[in-house]
């Protein structure tokens, strides 16, 4: 079963607009992760936030976590063609000596020249 | 500095029959995870390989296993495939319990 809710599952936007998902989760979590995926092939890892962080930037990415509201959120500013593809959020877990990751079922982001 | 490699790229097989797929990790990763992706869906946590012992499993059924080498490569094996295994079969790689790096998956079609 899916831990993660993203929210939109499809966002189609104009070229150098910004892009904002959601993300929702059940249970506590280590941390949270945003992935992207191009049509089918493999997960390209984003960033990452710790469930003690509120706030995480890398390049044209801002990542927010919300761990009293169980959310988190993506932000990509000045969207251009090529970040058209799936982006997942996924929970991250530490079991003993294990960490699984649980992913949500994603949105679709569609940016337009 | 190759990252996580899988093979095969694709695979097709009917109702009943077994397949291997492969992964080899990243260069200095010792921990490989499995997961399941159907289309349209996110991918699923099928199990997770540490020193040559499954660490953790999803809620898959035994027709799914796996193995992992000392050289940390990994295979995950399914029998008696179902129309329903169908789908992008994904790998990750990993240091510990550090991130995890995804290799290009393997789509299986199951006929």
């Known amino acids: 079963s899916q831990q993660g809710e993203e929210d939109p599952q499809a966002l189609s936007i104009q070229e150098g607009e910004n892009a904002t998902m959601n993300c929702s989760y059940k249970?506590?979590?280590?941390?949270l992760q945003w992935y992207r995926q191009n049509s089918g092939r493999g997960l390209v890892h984003l960033i990452l936030?710790?469930?003690?962080?509120r706030e995480k930037h890398s390049g044209r990415l801002r990542v927010t976590l919300d761990t009293s509201k169980k959310s988190s959120s993506l932000l990509i500013t000045a969207s251009r063609a090529a970040d058209t593809a799936s982006y997942f959020c996924?929970?991250?877990?530490?079991?003993?000596?294990?960490?699984?990751?649980?992913f949500g079922s994603g949105t679709q982001l569609t940016v337009l020249p | 500095d190759a990252g996580v490699t899988q093979s095969p790229t694709h695979l097709i097989k009917t109702r009943g029959q077994q397949v291997t797929l492969r992964c080899s990790p990243k260069s200095g990763h010792d921990t490989v995870s499995w997961y399941q992706q159907a289309l349209g869906q996110g991918p699923q946590f099928i199990f997770q390989?540490?020193?040559?012992?499954?660490?953790q499993r999803g809620n898959f059924p035994d027709r799914f296993s796996g193995h992992q080498f000392p050289n940390y490569s990994s295979e995950l094996n399914v029998n008696a495939l179902l129309l329903g295994d169908s789908a992008l079969y994904l790998c990750a790689s990993s240091f510990g319990l550090n991130e995890q790096f995804f290799g290009p998956g393997t789509r299986l079609t199951v006929l």
């Open positions: 390989y540490y020193e040559e012992e499954e660490r």
């Open positions: 996924a929970t991250g877990h530490f079991s003993g000596s294990a960490r699984q990751l649980t």
């Open positions: 936030i710790r469930s003690n962080e």
């Open positions: 249970t506590s979590i280590n941390n």
